[in-house]
């Protein structure tokens, strides 16, 4: 193995920062995945910091490259982190850390570039079968401190271009009349009300927000990983019925962004949140919410449907970038 | 000029198949458009029976091939007219016209393929100028019979990617209280209410009626080409308002689909609909539409939007598909 074959890796969220060390072996094409060690972001000033921090408990044998996939939008060498305001500049990293070269992806583009390595059962469980067809694009969604939207659009060359984009930011389309409450009840705050307004951390808490107050009282103060990990071992029926109401509304966007993309080639669901509720999954709505399209249901009926639980798939994707 | 130089093309919607003979000439990408004949769909019992009538029409010197374009899904060789409930049959077609090849694409597809070729202030006006990142998709929709939507992705070798979608089944989103309001009362109709309930021909006498009946009167009976000419005309003052909900939902959903495609390379609107009321996008909150979209408005603002207004458009796009 030489130097030139292992890299670090990095997939800097809103909330945490997860480092690792991907190697590349002979004829492997997925990158092993290993030292990964994960920093929470408000302990550091920036994504410098957070390197160097990584870089220290590597000790020696340090790569001489960096791939690092940043919540938000970024060229290959210069990028900002939305949530953070972090503004990256990856030759300063690079000066700064003495490493060889530094290069940044979008992490939903880093997660989309991973879907076509990770492996069923491994890195991934099939919410619906479908007929995935390898010509067709495929859609890699997610949310997070954010809703981060990708695409994969096939080569013809056995490849992919990969397309980063803002859908996150999509009016929100309720659904039902209790999806209609709550939506004009944001509105009353944001103003404008995107799918990322509910599907996001906050947007968790958003909705527990608005149950606690219009559907009977509980405690309104719990934060989105509360309310989840309550909503995941049952007996708090407010968080229960927070994380049924966010489930629907994936399934209902996934459905929405799959026909724009015309994702006929499958949809991956990712990010920081729904691993942690997979067993929330299979009795919510989300199945049901993503087929019910009108006309085009038999359309969106053919998609398969997976949800990525490897934590480290968007350090696979980074790797591969 | 040889025989291989010409074919013939044709975009057949909902309504209308339009007919005409592509000429490509040496040194010049985008080929020329001809002996153009439109024929109402609803004269003939098949794409094959109007193929006929044209090339009867033509007389001598037919071309040796088609490049159809049809409003449904297909693949080169077989494909469905949704709206006509045609199945066509590519070979079936060459073997009854005793033509050399004949091959379908997607009519939004098409349209596609002909925006990179496309001559703005002859083929299209600029209604938003923005910065187009040439690295960056595509976006291409209008409504017509119904609402196309396709997107082109950089190929990295100065040509493009062309995907065509299912994205005007995609829920609406309400963005006022009028919109609302619309939107439940055709859910009591339609069950499912996508943007393409909204965006087609229909849509615009859907618009029209709720108008005339919670809007204060009106002849409740006008065609969509009837309202759409009137509201041109102005002094009817329903079916202009009509026009201008029909055009704010058009800039929504555009400003929808650009983020969930990246489409940073620009949007490009077309169809049967938008030329016949261009006139009215200017006054229209269209624009206004397109970029309001909270914490990503700069993001759109980017965005240039332009409108194809070329008849032959399409033809284009299946000459070099």
């Not at 991973?114 to 859609?139: M, R, Y």
């Not at 920081?272 to 009108?294: E, H, N, Q, T």
Request: glycine share 14%.
């Amino acid at each position: 193995m030489t130097q030139t074959n292992r890299c670090i890796v990095a997939d800097i969220g809103g909330t945490n920062g997860r480092f690792g060390i991907a190697t590349f072996h002979e004829g492997q094409v997925k990158p092993d995945i290993d030292q990964v060690i994960v920093f929470p972001c408000r302990e550091y000033d920036s994504l410098s910091q957070m390197l160097g921090a990584y870089i220290e408990k590597l000790g020696s044998s340090v790569p001489r490259e960096a791939k690092l996939a940043i919540a938000g939008p970024t060229t290959e060498k210069k990028g900002r982190l939305t949530n953070l305001g972090w503004e990256v500049d990856a030759d300063q990293i690079a000066r700064t850390h003495g490493l060889e070269a530094v290069k940044f992806v979008n992490d939903f583009g880093a997660l989309a570039r991973a879907c076509p390595f990770l492996e069923e059962g491994v890195d991934f469980v099939t919410l619906k079968n479908g007929e995935a067809d390898p010509a067709a694009p495929i859609s890699v969604m997610g949310p997070g401190t954010g809703f981060g939207v990708a695409l994969l659009v096939p080569n013809g060359h056995g490849g992919y271009h990969t397309v980063s984009t803002e859908g996150g930011f999509m009016a929100f389309a309720p659904g039902s009349r209790l999806e209609h409450d709550l939506t004009e009840h944001l509105r009353t705050d944001l103003g404008y009300v995107s799918v990322e307004s509910f599907l996001c951390g906050e947007g968790i808490a958003r909705i527990y927000r608005f149950l606690v107050d219009y559907g009977g009282g509980g405690d309104r103060d719990l934060s989105p990983a509360e309310i989840t990990k309550l909503a995941a071992e049952g007996g708090a029926p407010a968080c229960t019925r927070a994380v049924q109401l966010f489930l629907s509304i994936v399934g209902s966007t996934a459905g929405d962004i799959a026909l724009v993309h015309g994702a006929r080639g499958g949809v991956f669901l990712g990010g920081g949140i729904l691993p942690k509720i997979a067993d929330m999954v299979g009795p919510s709505d989300l199945l049901r919410r993503f087929v019910a399209k009108g006309a085009q249901s038999a359309y969106v009926e053919t998609i398969p449907v997976h949800l990525i639980t490897a934590e480290y798939a968007a350090l696979v994707g980074a790797a591969v970038a």
